[in-house]
């Protein structure tokens, strides 16, 4: 990675706390992203709201274990121990499995006591009333570094309140990862779904499978989420109203149900179905996948495992297209709650404000994992995003440049083309959509009938919450 971060240091030069303040009177420019906001509250800034602010105590953090440890090994021992030198704050970072985030997420709540910062790795919508509003940190990073991406506006912002109930720490593309020779000796394409379902039994045949998880975890919610869109079956509309079960919609969840069974039951094993988010990384590791869909740590994990022949037969690519579009959510989107019984919220406040403000060394440690929330906080945006991994050394080079690509022009949030509402959140931690795929693939229901119980329960979801004003 020494290519890539010393490309990075030539390419922009680091916007420090000082360079921002000089820089705080200048005239406030309207941030077109924000969409639902008001013109009042994208008006004119004044200086930045932790000037010269004096701070103090203890600021714990709860975030994930990292997919890529060596990226928690300099957060923790260099960037937090800086930052929190430079600010008189002692940090106290807890990385735990990231499926036990939302459950200890809901332990704090109950007890109301815990963190100060705590991060989750889906948009955790359904404990906006626990958390305190970040509209102003938005705003205040947004003035100084340009408008954040529409994907992580579209996963913080309720357009009911008015607010963004979360602050947007990281997000990560979602590309396929593929096995380049194995696929071309079964003759498979991954350009579209279709080539995909025809090619997934050439592919079991010669020994490795492909690899698409129907269980109740992260990657699973995330794939099957992206398929749907694929094929235009939308769970929700712009106005974040439930519209799977109706025309356009139910027909293509019907069809990404019918092509998912197709795949499985042709080109899959029923390890699928009991998948947690790190199987299929070691399954694909382990040399018998050829197909899978995640986030670049399957393939970063190859090289360091000194495997050449593996890593350099490890080729990325973007979601495939389906008869709609091609679209695919973000597989990670990390984002900050600060609790309304946070102890130290002043240096929770200014501590997110200060990682994105100057972003690159999180993009370059996390070995392109971490893409920034507000593109401008690289200077130079997806330009040198994209020249930096195109310049990684690992063969073949530049595939890390499609992650630029899919940032881009195929990532969107959970809930696209709506927010990532409550709603949204409850059927994400409640595993609603691997469920229905799952029941489907394993012929114990119909896709039209899983299809109609899913809008059901989904129907009821949305009443509790707009009940409760946050849809």
Same mark, same amino acid.
């Given at each position: 990675?020494?290519?890539a971060?010393?490309e990075?240091?030539?390419?922009?030069?680091?916007?420090?706390?000082?360079?921002?303040?000089?820089?705080?009177?200048?005239?406030?420019?309207?941030?077109?992203?924000?969409?639902?906001?008001?013109?009042?509250?994208?008006?004119?800034?004044?200086?930045?709201?932790?000037?010269?602010?004096?701070?103090?105590?203890?600021?714990?953090?709860?975030?994930?274990?990292?997919?890529?440890?060596?990226?928690?090994?300099?957060?923790?021992?260099?960037?937090?121990?800086?930052?929190?030198?430079?600010?008189?704050?002692?940090?106290?970072?807890?990385?735990?499995?990231?499926?036990?985030?939302?459950?200890t997420?809901?332990?704090?709540?109950?007890?109301?006591?815990?963190?100060?910062?705590?991060?989750?790795?889906?948009?955790?919508?359904?404990?906006q009333?626990?958390a305190?509003?970040?509209?102003?940190?938005?705003?205040?990073?947004?003035?100084?570094v340009?408008?954040?991406?529409?994907?992580?506006?579209?996963?913080?912002?309720?357009?009911?309140?008015?607010?963004?109930?979360?602050?947007?720490?990281?997000?990560?593309?979602?590309?396929?990862?593929?096995?380049?020779?194995?696929?071309?000796?079964a003759?498979?394409?991954?350009?579209t779904?279709?080539?995909?379902?025809?090619?997934?039994?050439?592919?079991?045949?010669?020994?490795?499978?492909?690899?698409?998880?129907?269980?109740?975890?992260?990657?699973?919610?995330?794939?099957? @989420?992206? =398929?749907l869109?694929?094929?235009?079956g939308?769970? !929700?509309?712009?106005? %974040?109203?439930? #519209?799977? /079960?109706?025309?356009?919609?139910?027909?293509g969840?019907?069809?990404?149900?019918?092509?998912?069974?197709?795949?499985?039951?042709?080109?899959?094993s029923?390890?699928?179905?009991?998948?947690?988010?790190?199987?299929?990384?070691?399954?694909?590791?382990?040399?018998?996948?050829?197909?899978?869909?995640?986030?670049?740590?399957?393939?970063?994990?190859?090289?360091?495992?000194?495997?050449?022949?593996?890593?350099d037969? @490890?080729? =990325?690519a973007?979601?495939?297209?389906?008869?709609? !579009?091609?679209?695919? %959510?973000?597989? #990670?989107? /990390?984002?900050?709650?600060?609790?309304?019984?946070?102890?130290?919220?002043?240096?929770a406040?200014?501590?997110?404000?200060?990682?994105?403000?100057?972003?690159?060394?999180?993009f370059?440690?996390?070995?392109?994992?971490?893409?920034?929330?507000?593109?401008?906080?690289?200077?130079?945006?997806?330009?040198?995003?994209?020249?930096?991994?195109?310049?990684?050394?690992?063969?073949?080079?530049?595939?890390?440049?499609?992650?630029?690509?899919?940032?881009?022009?195929y990532?969107?949030?959970?809930?696209?083309p709506?927010?990532?509402?409550?709603?949204m959140?409850?059927?994400?931690?409640?595993?609603?959509?691997?469920?229905?795929f799952?029941?489907?693939?394993?012929?114990?229901?119909?896709?039209?009938?899983?299809?109609?119980?899913?809008?059901?329960?989904?129907q009821?979801?949305?009443?509790?919450?707009?009940?409760?004003?946050?849809?």
């Open positions: 990675m020494a290519d971060a010393d990075i240091a030539r390419a922009s030069s680091a916007l420090t706390r000082s360079d921002l303040l000089r820089r705080g009177t200048v005239a406030a420019f309207t941030v077109s992203m924000f969409g639902g906001l008001t013109d009042r509250a994208l008006g004119v800034y004044g200086p930045l709201k932790f000037a010269k602010k004096e701070l103090s105590g203890e600021l714990r953090i709860m975030t994930w274990a990292h997919f890529v440890p060596d990226y928690d090994k300099w957060l923790d021992g260099t960037y937090a121990k800086q930052w929190g030198e430079a600010n008189d704050v002692e940090v106290k970072i807890d990385h735990i499995n990231n499926a036990l985030l939302y459950s997420g809901a332990a704090e709540v109950a007890a109301q006591s815990g963190h100060d910062l705590f991060w989750f790795i889906s948009p955790p919508a359904t404990f009333k626990q305190i509003p970040v509209t102003d940190l938005v705003q205040e990073v947004s003035k100084k340009g408008p954040m991406t529409r994907v992580s506006r579209k996963s913080t912002y309720n357009p009911r309140t008015k607010q963004f109930y979360g602050f947007p720490e990281s997000y990560a593309p979602d590309p396929v990862q593929y096995r380049r020779s194995q696929l071309q000796q003759g498979v394409s991954l350009r779904w279709d080539d995909l379902r025809q090619g997934a039994a050439k592919l079991k045949a010669i020994g490795h499978p492909v690899g698409l998880g129907m269980s109740n975890e992260i990657d699973s919610n995330m794939l099957l @989420t992206s =398929l869109y694929c094929y235009g939308y769970i !929700q509309n712009e106005e %974040n109203q439930i #519209v799977i /079960g109706q025309g356009s919609n139910r027909k969840a019907i069809q990404a149900l019918q092509v998912m069974k197709e795949i499985y039951s042709s080109g899959m029923d390890e699928v179905f009991a998948w947690t988010a790190a199987s299929n990384n070691q399954a694909f590791l382990a040399g018998r996948l050829s197909v899978a869909l995640n986030a670049i740590s399957i393939v970063r994990s190859a090289e360091d495992s000194g495997n050449q022949a593996l890593s037969d @490890t080729w =990325l973007s979601i495939p297209r389906g008869p709609v !579009q091609r679209l695919g %959510n973000e597989h #990670v989107m /990390g984002v900050y709650l600060i609790w309304k019984f946070a102890k130290n919220k002043e240096a406040q200014k501590y997110a404000v200060d990682q994105m403000l100057s972003y690159q060394q999180h370059v440690r996390s070995k392109f994992y971490n893409f920034p929330p507000w593109t401008g906080s690289i200077k130079g945006g997806f330009k040198t995003i994209r020249a930096v991994a195109t310049r990684d050394p690992h063969k073949p080079r530049g595939k890390y440049s499609i992650l630029t690509t899919i940032a881009e022009k990532t969107t949030n959970p809930g696209h709506g927010n990532t509402t409550p709603v959140d409850e059927i994400y931690n409640t595993f609603l959509i691997p469920q229905m799952a029941e489907v693939a394993q012929g114990k229901s119909s896709p039209a009938d899983a299809v109609g119980r899913f809008a059901s329960k989904a009821a979801i949305y009443r509790k919450w707009h009940s409760q004003k946050l849809v």
